[in-house]
């Protein structure tokens, strides 16, 4: 446990120590904020439309216009932002030759993955916490239900730790930061647009695809409703991902 | 301390490593001697537990690489070619990470690292940036970083390489100064560096253990092999011949002059012959004339060319 936290805390000053934490934190906040903005400004107008016309009819729902479309776009962003979380984690100390010391230090290879995996988490769980202030902002004004804005916050960070597990097992693969980032980035694509094809394909084949798809298993989330087939499908992910990342520490060892 | 037998290790169909065997007793300081890529660095890697073995076992200080890895790592300080380092690191941030992951009861951390510092004299740059360090004090940090935990065993791949020759002899003085309380492993492809710190020197040539002895006498024993020059005016082929007939000849090397049949020779010979005067008569039965004579002893790095080149057997 000691040395997940030491390995861990090593890799979270090494992110917050360089612009990278900085860039991509900055970049993500831009980004959510300009469609916050840009969805917040079409309610009003809707609502204010909605009010002039009917005197006081039926209410707009603030969770269901406003909130869970943020949600939905914030889900799909992560995938375009997650890359450049973990593209550093392994590559880097391939690179450099760090990785050596890792290696030759009296560590187990579980400790190095998860103290790894948990600083890249931690990057990505600050970046998704940060948007939180805009949901602030709704509550200051407004009285938007907490609990399907909760659940959808959860939503995002499990689907996030399937993602940056992903992430981090290919940055094991190589050595190169590119080659990891536009490797991971395709390997999010992939799950996302698979959800596509399940649209298009047949039936059985239809819900497989449905199933893998990364964003499709969001979907009640960011309703706010949970459902535990999607917990144990994010949970799955990571599981995965991080046991393939201990695999290929531990092969890359007999390949030299 | 640390005891290798038998170790393979291919990468594909690459023997990388071939079927080495050795000990290093405690106190020791083991140099390994070989061209690049001739298995040095993959033998380290294998004892520092960094890579498995194909096949084969190593030991250290009792306990076998592959079933106790973390009690072998925690008893070896390892200094890879290019020292494990993050340059967006302060050397004292730094040491402080590898003192924990050796495992450095967290009190004495601050103590550990003093001790290291004063011992490889980088005290005064302990909060500058690594990335900012010139390239000797970064090569001291690997070293201080390897002696974290005062670790019995230390091995070193080419600890020398890429330094300029003042940051060479310092590093040589570090090295002699850690001998005193350690066993040391180290690899060089320069000669004189391992007849000037090292007990005894492994030579390894594609992957094979060549020969393992003490500089002194690895010099001796082919020093024994007499060299004798000669400068013949004569037939060249005829002379190489008439030498090639004498008793315990084992090679000879010819290298014509400038002047028409006027070569010189290089004639080498069983351990403990003197064939100055056989040398000497032949020429003079054979009415040549003989230019010059002398006898010399093989240098280290004549035996290591020797040790290491194909096309000449050695015994």
């Known amino acids: 446990m000691g040395n997940i936290w030491t390995i861990f805390k090593r890799d979270l000053k090494g992110y917050f120590s360089s612009p990278i934490a900085y860039v991509v934190i900055g970049l993500f906040l831009i980004v959510t904020g300009i469609f916050f903005y840009l969805l917040l400004s079409s309610f009003l107008q809707y609502s204010y439309a909605v009010m002039m016309q009917q005197r006081g009819g039926m209410a707009v729902n603030v969770n269901l216009m406003m909130i869970r479309p943020f949600l939905l776009n914030m889900s799909v962003i992560v995938l375009f932002v997650i890359p450049m979380i973990t593209m550093r984690s392994f590559s880097e100390e391939k690179k450099s030759g760090t990785v050596e010391l890792l290696l030759t230090s009296p560590l187990t290879t579980t400790q190095i993955v998860f103290g790894k995996f948990l600083a890249t988490y931690l990057l990505y769980f600050v970046m998704v916490a940060v948007t939180f202030l805009f949901m602030v902002f709704l509550f200051i004004w407004g009285k938007p239900a907490f609990w399907p804005i909760f659940l959808g916050y959860c939503g995002i960070l499990l689907m996030g730790g399937g993602l940056v597990a992903l992430g981090n097992f290919i940055s094991s693969l190589t050595e190169n930061q590119i080659v990891a980032a536009v490797g991971t980035f395709g390997a999010t694509m992939l799950l996302w647009v698979i959800g596509f094809a399940g649209d298009l394909s047949g039936k059985v084949l239809g819900e497989i695809f449905r199933y893998l798809s990364i964003v499709n298993h969001f979907e009640d989330f960011s309703k706010g409703v949970f459902d535990t087939s999607h917990l144990v499908y994010y949970l799955s992910l990571s599981f995965l991902m991080l046991f393939l990342t201990y695999q290929s520490i531990e092969s890359s060892k007999w390949r030299g | ?315």
């Open chain 2, 1 to 315: 301390m640390i005891e290798v037998k038998n170790l393979v290790k291919h990468y594909g169909s690459v023997r990388a490593v071939d079927d080495i065997s050795f000990s290093v007793e405690k106190g020791e300081i083991l140099g390994f001697l070989g061209p690049n890529a001739a298995g040095k660095t993959t033998t380290m890697r294998i004892i520092t537990g960094y890579m498995p073995a194909t096949s084969g076992t190593v030991r250290v200080a009792g306990y076998d690489v592959f079933e106790d890895s973390l009690e072998v790592k925690r008893r070896i300080g390892y200094l890879p070619e290019t020292p494990p380092l993050y340059f967006d690191m302060r050397v004292r941030d730094y040491l402080k990470f590898v003192a924990r992951i050796k495992g450095v009861e967290p009190k004495t951390i601050p103590v550990e690292i003093e001790r290291v510092a004063e011992r490889i004299s980088i005290t005064d740059v302990l909060d500058n940036h690594i990335g900012k360090l010139s390239k000797g004090y970064k090569q001291r940090v690997g070293f201080a970083q390897a002696l974290l935990n005062n670790p019995p065993v230390l091995i070193f791949d080419e600890p020398t390489n890429g330094l300029d020759p003042r940051q060479i002899i310092e590093v040589r003085e570090i090295i002699k100064s850690l001998s005193f309380d350690h066993t040391i492993i180290l690899s060089t492809h320069i000669l004189p560096e391992v007849s000037m710190t090292c007990n005894r020197v492994a030579i390894i040539n594609e992957g094979k253990l060549v020969k393992i002895d003490t500089p002194d006498n690895l010099q001796t024993q082919l020093q024994g092999s007499e060299a004798v020059t000669l400068e013949v005016e004569g037939p060249i082929e005829e002379v190489q011949a008439a030498i090639q007939q004498l008793n315990q000849v084992t090679a000879i090397t010819v290298q014509p002059s400038r002047k028409e049949n006027v070569a010189t020779y290089r004639v080498e010979t069983a351990a403990g012959t003197d064939l100055r005067k056989e040398l000497a008569a032949t020429v003079v039965q054979n009415s040549w004339g003989l230019l010059g004579l002398k006898s010399e002893g093989l240098s280290l790095e004549d035996i290591f060319l020797r040790l290491t080149t194909k096309e000449e057997e050695v015994n």
